[in-house]
């Protein structure tokens, strides 16, 4: 299994650029989320999804998009890029157990930077 | 706003010695993860304790959870300069599907 995949693994945008970050996993796990780490910071929830056709909003949803057409494929949608979004994006992915969140698998990353 | 805080921020310690870290959070939580994340890394699962179990081993690993004062704390036993790396907290959000993450303790084990 090739876990969870992100790409690409770095990306310089103009302010005012989109794009969208990929994201996979071949677990059939049924939950999947976009999180971003500042500097001294914790991982922050953008974006969460339980299912295909399901997602909801986490911490941070301003300015990004989502949706998940399967079960494997999560993209993160930068709609108008600003230098706030600098950062670096993880994707995870989860069974839910009972309906219980359980460990979550990560990407390795996506570094971000918006000029 | 950010559930788990992790306590040290920063650990520097010698390789054989033993590393505690704490965490505490604030609101109810079916279960409690910790996590290990490499320098320029995606964070790796370490143990998930659920909100009924009070202690839970893995390995070098002990992870003990006090749900009447929303606190967790991870002991690294016999410490290894491997075992350098960011460690965090996760709450589940308690079946809110929004985990919220500490800001971690940072630890730095010399050899």
């Known amino acids: 299994n090739a876990g969870v995949t992100q790409t690409p693994k770095f990306q310089v945008l103009k302010t005012g650029q989109s794009m969208t970050l990929q994201c996979a996993q071949d677990?059939?796990?049924?939950?999947m989320s976009w999180y971003r780490q500042d500097p001294g910071m914790g991982l922050r929830l953008i974006h969460y999804?339980?299912?295909?056709?399901?997602?909801d909003q986490g911490e941070v949803p301003n300015g990004y998009n989502v949706s998940r057409s399967t079960t494997e494929d999560f993209p993160l949608r930068l709609l108008s890029a600003a230098p706030s979004q600098t950062s670096v994006y993880f994707c995870?992915?989860?069974?839910?157990?009972?309906?219980?969140?359980?460990?979550?698998?990560f990407g390795p990353g996506t570094r971000l930077t918006v000029t | 706003s950010q559930q788990g805080e992790e306590d040290p921020q920063a650990l520097s310690i010698q390789e054989g010695e033993n590393a505690t870290m704490n965490c505490s959070y604030k609101?109810?939580?079916?279960?409690l993860q910790w996590y290990r994340q490499n320098s320029g890394r995606g964070l790796v699962h370490l143990i998930l304790?659920?909100?009924?179990?009070r202690e839970k081993h893995s390995g070098r690993l002990r992870v003990t959870l006090d749900t009447s004062k929303k606190s967790s704390s991870l002991l690294i036993t016999a410490s290894r300069a491997a075992d350098t790396a960011s460690y965090f907290c996760?709450?589940?959000?308690?079946?809110?599907?929004?985990?919220?993450f500490g800001r971690g303790t940072s630890l730095i084990v010399h050899p």
């Open positions: 995870a992915s989860s069974h839910l157990i009972s309906g219980d969140l359980s460990e979550q698998y």
């Open positions: 677990m059939n796990h049924e939950y």
């Open positions: 999804s339980v299912g295909a056709g399901i997602t």
């Open positions: 609101t109810s939580i079916n279960n």
């Open positions: 304790i659920r909100s009924n179990e």
């Open positions: 996760a709450t589940d959000g308690g079946g809110s599907y929004i985990p919220t």
